[in-house]
């Protein structure tokens, strides 16, 4: 018992989630306007992209495939978005057919990975750049801009006269429904066991394609509510937008402790790391910092992300080893 806690204790996800802890009180300390309440409230609408696409992208990544297209799928269904409002179409009908799209768009990629057989990383690279462009297809270089005010002022509003964002709730309960389908239920097992050894679990009963191809759709219905979202908080449907948002997205599953290979991670992490990736990127704003070094910081991480928790592993092992050969009798 006490070697299994001393072993969550050292884990990477504790790590991640102890860093996110205290990275904010730091920053607090030397970073003017971080610590404000307004400030905080900033950088909950600021992550509210990312959870929303990380909550999915884990279930992905747990399963040993990835989705490099969400960020592409955020951008197509807000230029979708914008060619049906000024088609004259009502917003309430617009945002359900814009997850509608997403889920579509999810269930293509699905196909092609589940159904021909073909690898996640190379189908997810090629959608990434075709939903770009028919993005650009459909609206080119212009923005619709002219959103209703009760919507848009919804995205950015706070819980009565806190500075606690309307996204709070919506997005608690999206993580907590994620949260216990990866860890309290048959299907997150399965998951799991997917990721672990697709084969083994096929033969132990998992339909296993299938699992998949519900998990990309799952993806790009979340993709396309992030559209929707991005389109009213900016206020601007527009082809480029969530531009890269794929890299910001991959790097804080892999920060959390998911392992690019499948089988291994949990949500905690992944919530930690989303919170820590946010943090980190308003503070170097507010030091003033520039655009590009935000990207180098995100990348860097990404690089840490894929190469600690394996030099943790193998420090594990090598010391786990000299152990057993210390007390092997002679």
């Not at 300390?29 to 409230?41: D, I, K, P, Y």
């Not at 959103?147 to 706070?158: A, C, V």
């Not at 993580?175 to 389908?181: E, P």
């Not at 531009?243 to 804080?252: D, R, S």
Request: net charge neutral; aromatic share 6%.
């Amino acid at each position: 018992m006490w070697n299994d806690a001393a072993r969550r204790l050292l884990s990477w996800d504790a790590a991640v989630i102890a860093a996110t802890v205290a990275f904010p009180l730091v920053a607090a300390q030397s970073v003017e306007h971080f610590g404000t309440a307004r400030n905080a409230g900033h950088i909950i609408v600021d992550l509210a992209p990312v959870l929303l696409l990380a909550l999915v992208m884990t279930l992905i990544v747990a399963t040993g495939e990835i989705d490099l297209s969400v960020a592409s799928t955020v951008g197509l269904t807000s230029a979708a978005m914008g060619v049906m409002w000024n088609g004259g179409v009502a917003l309430e009908t617009i945002m359900p057919l814009a997850v509608l799209l997403g889920a579509l768009l999810g269930a293509v990629n699905g196909l092609f990975i589940t159904g021909f057989g073909l690898p996640s990383l190379a189908v997810t690279i090629g959608t990434l750049a075709l939903y770009r462009g028919l993005s650009y297809v459909l609206l080119g270089d212009t923005a619709v801009a002219d959103w209703p005010r009760d919507f848009t002022g919804w995205t950015l509003g706070n819980i009565g006269g806190t500075e606690i964002p309307n996204l709070v709730i919506p997005m608690a309960a999206l993580a907590i429904v994620v949260g216990l389908v990866l860890h309290a239920t048959p299907v997150g097992r399965s998951i799991y066991a997917a990721g672990a050894n697709d084969v083994a679990a096929a033969y132990a009963g998992i339909a296993v394609g299938r699992l998949k191809f519900w998990l990309y759709v799952a993806s790009g219905a979340m993709a396309g509510l992030v559209g929707v979202f991005w389109t009213l908080r900016y206020s601007s449907a527009r082809a480029d937008n969530a531009y890269g948002l794929e890299l910001t997205v991959v790097a804080v599953v892999l920060l959390g402790g998911v392992s690019i290979f499948g089988g291994k991670g949990n949500l905690p992490g992944v919530l930690a790391a989303v919170v820590l990736l946010t943090s980190l990127q308003n503070a170097l704003r507010l030091a003033h910092v520039s655009t590009e070094a935000l990207t180098v910081v995100t990348g860097a991480l990404l690089i840490a992300a894929v190469l600690a928790p394996n030099l943790l592993a193998a420090a594990g092992d090598a010391l786990r080893s000299r152990r057993r050969r210390t007390v092997a009798p002679s």
